[in-house]
């Protein structure tokens, strides 16, 4: 802890420079004399000073560097009257856009002048202005600001924000130390669905920067928002054209070094299905059972996989700069290979050990953006957005090459070694196509509407599994382990989300005075949500009627196996699930998720506080039914239907010591929704033989009371630091937990009866050096370098469940080893983030920046007993995710004005990334020691030795790239 104070007190000694920050001047002249054609080369001056510019053909013209202030703008062309708006007010990091009619003769008016002013919400400035003025503790990364970082996606973006972590395990983002389930996910308002049956949110890697205008994360509630969340919402607001017209084109090329070693860039694999795919679209159309004896069983060898990357943005705006279009498209290609290692242990002892677990790793992105935005008057704008994005992912996981993995307990007397592959891909399509209106109905009457529609098609279209017997020592056949049918398998895995969803916002400015610093509004409004899911799963198993008939001589070799003469001759067997009750031999579920909201917000300001409070009603109905086949043929049939309709407050409370600085309080309490997949008892079995169980019977929804506060200090419109505490006690946490009774099996309860999360955390944005105004011209000169750095210290606890009955029977146990209670899922005690940021002025700018984060251990899976009399020694740990470093760097330079040429490092430290698990060393003289487990837990029990041992291990290895992008 005094490591973070130490910090914070260097933080606060550094000199802080203040940096004066600038706007634009953009618009459109119109000659009235010719039929409102454009006017080029037009004359405009900022009256008083020799700053000024011509139009072009187009009768566009725009001036930037402008100070902060009031001017008067002139316009003048030969034979021309001489038009002058005053009063143009320019803020900072905002674009003013005037649009001028122009006449040889007299009689004009300025009612004819079509002024606005908007915020560049892609720039750091305007993001920290916007949150300076918010009501909620909210924080924000741009796109300029990604671009400088080299980030390339909304999910590494999220943890460039403090207190902000991700999981590389599980791939999840964590907020405060609350995971997926305890946050929700927006675009532009409005709600998405996710692409993994195990999650909530939906991958936020999915969206590239090139269709981000900013990343956004609210870490405290407001009624206007979904109550479902606990720790934040994050919100995407996609890109919209600045400007009055765009068009840029952009490549990039790379490498991930540990594809490039020991000859694994000749020997790239990929599974057979990229065959049937064409740009990372998948389109194969048969039937998987065909796909036994139609498609291959081995890999395909890809040589020189190296990354790639090309995009194209292009907009313009028409008809006086009241329409505009912004199209935007992008396709990637990446390749990862590691090495690592795996175990699963079972109560102490090892029943899955790899110590040579591969990966190689096929990523294929199409993304397209396009934004249509009406501004049909200075009352009433309506906006049209459709995101469409899709990825391939494809992985080809090998275990135990080496001939020293134990993967199973069957060895069909053969001796020798064990072999597994894994060959899957997964094709993710998302289309998302919104409408949202913002009218003034009155000088005290605002509205805004939007409506969305989302599809999701998330699947795993064919999924290829083989376990075989060799001898690693030398030549030997190679043969089929068919112990329980589905050994050798090809499995598919589908869904389909579609949803409706929507909102409408009325605000009422009651009161407005701005002399008096008095302001009094009421918004009221209605959301509504249907998201209606369906999902299959589907197994095709192959099997030795008499066990070891067939041999192949090669790992790479399946094919010589599995032909049709062998299912013609009776040598192979095609095994499937039972049927379900519909016939089907497939395991299905089918949820639906209906949410209806009304909520009333108010907002009074007098002074120098400001207060928000606000109540919503939210009626929440999860449906799902579930059809599940198994080999048996009985199947387990049944429904879930859960209901929460509940009243949620909240209340945020920001006062102004000055006009730099602020307090602010917030207070509210939320509900965490089980998702589909929770409470739909479907078995997911993953690569490393890990199966995902759902809950149906016990899972149910839990509620967090939520309390922040805060202090901000804003230097300058640049620059920030601030400091805050945070609680939450939450009711009836949910966790991830190693199923009871051992197995490798994983699901999901509400561990505990009680959860508690408090910390601190700093935001920091400091200005190290700023360049010099030139008097003159407005320009600047030299170089501009700050330092961002974010800090959160946690502390997080659960207590685990031990529930008894009357006749004092224990009916409900979460209790392992000699703890009674155990930290959350997810969170780290110490999470920090920092970049060093440099950038030259000019027009043809060097740009580089160094960032680096970290978060400390975190429980990836809760850990679970054995039974209630031998908890205590008989138990597996929690398994953790071990801390590390995350360092990335990117410079940049543009020529020409036009074009820029980037160089982007990521990973540049390569950590090993582990998971640990703790086993009780000495668990036979703790079980020796008493026959009560009281004893055993007493003082004067033996001390506990406990061993640390590693249950995964890799490296991601280090991606260098180099880019070109040419705006025209």
């Known amino acids: 802890m005094r490591y973070l104070f130490l910090i914070i007190a260097m933080v606060f000694s550094l000199n802080l420079i203040a940096q004066e920050t600038t706007g634009s001047i953009v618009g459109k002249l119109i000659d009235k004399e010719q039929n409102n054609e454009p006017l080029a080369f037009a004359n405009v001056l900022i009256k008083g000073t020799t700053i000024g510019t011509q139009s072009d053909f187009d009768g566009l013209y725009g001036i930037s560097g402008l100070e902060p202030g009031v001017y008067t703008v002139q316009y003048s062309y030969l034979g021309y009257e001489t038009v002058e708006i005053p009063n143009i007010t320019v803020e900072a990091d905002k674009v003013t856009s005037i649009d001028v009619p122009m006449s040889a003769s007299s009689g004009f008016q300025l009612d004819e002048v079509v002024v606005t002013t908007v915020a560049r919400k892609d720039s750091e400035v305007a993001l920290l202005l916007e949150q300076r003025n918010a009501i909620t503790v909210v924080e924000s990364i741009g796109a300029k600001e990604l671009g400088d970082l080299g980030i390339r996606d909304a999910k590494t973006a999220t943890t460039k924000i403090s207190g902000v972590t991700e999981s590389e395990a599980s791939g999840d983002i964590f907020v405060r130390g609350l995971g997926d389930r305890y946050l929700s996910t927006t675009l532009n308002g409005l709600p998405i669905p996710s692409d993994n049956v195990d999650r909530k949110n939906i991958n936020l890697g999915l969206f590239p920067t090139r269709v981000i205008q900013n990343v956004s994360i609210s870490k405290t509630y407001s009624a206007k928002g979904s109550a479902d969340q606990a720790s934040g919402n994050i919100n995407i607001t996609s890109r919209e054209l600045a400007g009055s017209s765009e068009l840029s084109v952009g490549i990039s090329g790379g490498l991930n070094s540990s594809v490039f070693q020991d000859d694994i860039n000749n020997n790239f694999k990929t599974s057979p299905n990229l065959d049937d795919s064409t740009f990372g679209f998948y389109s194969s159309k048969n039937p998987l059972i065909n796909q036994v004896t139609q498609q291959g069983w081995d890999p395909i060898i890809r040589e020189n996989p190296y990354n790639f990357g090309a995009n194209i943005t292009m907009g313009k705006k028409f008809f006086n700069n009241k329409l505009s279009f912004l199209l935007t498209g992008a396709h990637s290609e990446n390749y990862i290979y590691n090495v690592g290692s795996f175990q699963f242990l079972e109560f102490g002892f090892v029943q899955i050990g790899v110590p040579d677990y591969v990966t190689y790793q096929t990523t294929i992105n199409n993304s397209a953006l396009l934004d249509l935005t009406w501004y049909i008057n200075d009352k009433n704008k309506i906006k049209s957005t459709t995101t469409f994005l899709n990825t391939l992912n494809d992985f080809v996981i090998e275990q135990g090459a080496a001939g020293e993995a134990q993967i199973s307990d069957d060895t069909g007397n053969r001796g020798g070694s064990e072999f597994a592959r894994d060959q899957n891909t997964k094709q993710t399509q998302l289309l998302v196509t919104q409408l949202i209106g913002q009218h003034t109905l009155g000088e005290k009457n605002n509205l805004k509407w939007a409506v969305g529609f989302n599809n999701l098609n998330a699947d795993e279209p064919n999924r290829i599994r083989n376990q ?27 869904i389909e989300d579609i949803e409706y969803n929507g909102y409408i916002n009325d605000s009422f400015h009651v009161i407005d005075e701005e002399d008096s610093g008095k302001s009094f509004d009421i918004d009221l409004g209605l959301a509504y949500r249907n998201k209606e899911r369906d999902f299959s799963s589907e197994f095709i198993g192959v099997t030795e009627p008499v066990r070891f008939t067939l041999s192949t001589n090669s790992l790479d070799d399946l094919n010589s196996i599995f032909t049709i003469p062998n299912f013609q001759d009776g040598n192979l067997e095609i095994n499937q699930l039972g049927q379900n009750s519909n016939g089907e031999r497939q395991d299905t579920y089918n949820g639906t998720y209906e949410s209806k909201a009304a909520y009333a917000d108010f907002n009074v300001q007098f002074g120098k506080w400001n207060v928000n409070a606000g109540l919503r009603v939210q009626l929440d109905d999860i449906f799902v039914t579930y059809d599940v086949g198994n080999d048996g043929g009985s199947g387990r049939v049944g429904e879930v239907n859960q209901e929460y309709n509940n009243v949620y407050p909240s209340v945020n409370l920001k006062y102004t010591l000055n006009e730099k600085q602020a307090l602010r309080f917030a207070g509210s309490r939320t509900i965490t929704l089980p998702e589909f997949k929770e409470i739909a008892p479907f078995e997911y079995v993953s690569p490393s033989g890990l199966v995902v169980l759902g809950n149906a019977d016990n899972l149910t929804a839990s509620f967090s009371n939520n309390f922040d506060l805060k202090w901000e200090f804003f230097p300058s419109n640049d620059q920030l630091i601030s400091l805050a505490l945070f609680y939450k006690n939450i009711e009836n946490p949910i966790n991830r937990t190693l199923a009871k009774g051992g197995e490798n099996r994983l699901t999901f309860d509400n561990t505990g009866d009680n959860a508690t999360v408090y910390g601190i955390e700093l935001e920091s944005k400091i200005g190290l050096i700023t360049p010099i105004v030139n008097e003159d011209d407005g320009g600047y000169s030299g170089i501009d370098l700050n330092l961002v750095f974010n800090a959160t210290y946690m502390e997080h606890k659960q207590d685990l469940k031990f529930l008894t009955n009357d006749e004092g029977g224990v009916t409900e146990f979460f209790r392992f080893g000699s703890s009674r209670e155990t930290g959350l899922e997810g969170a780290s005690d110490f999470i920090m983030n920092t970049s060093l940021n440099l950038k030259t002025s000019g027009d ?16 990836y899976v809760l850990g679970n007993p054995d039974g209630t009399a031998n908890y205590d020694y008989s138990y ?46 000495n668990f036979v003289e703790i079980r020796d020691f008493s026959d009560d487990i009281d004893v055993r837990l007493g003082p004067n029990a033996p001390e506990r030795i406990l061993r640390s041992e590693v249950v995964r291990q890799y490296k991601l290895g280090r991606t260098i790239r180099l880019g070109f992008n040419y705006t025209f």
């Open 876 to 921: 597996n740990d929690n398994i953790v995710e071990n801390g590390f470093v995350v360092l990335n760097g990117r410079i940049s330079k543009t020529f020409a004005k036009k074009l820029e040429v980037s160089l982007t490092g990521q990973n540049l430290l390569n950590p090993d990334i582990k998971q640990t698990q703790n086993v009780l060393d």
């Open 468 to 494: 075989l017997f060799f001898d690693a020592n030398g030549p030997s056949d190679i043969e089929l382990n068919s112990q329980g049918g589905f050994n050798q398998r090809k499995a598919a895995q589908l």
């Open 844 to 859: 043809n700018k060097f740009a580089a920046s160094l960032n680096a984060s970290y978060a400390s251990d975190k429980i």
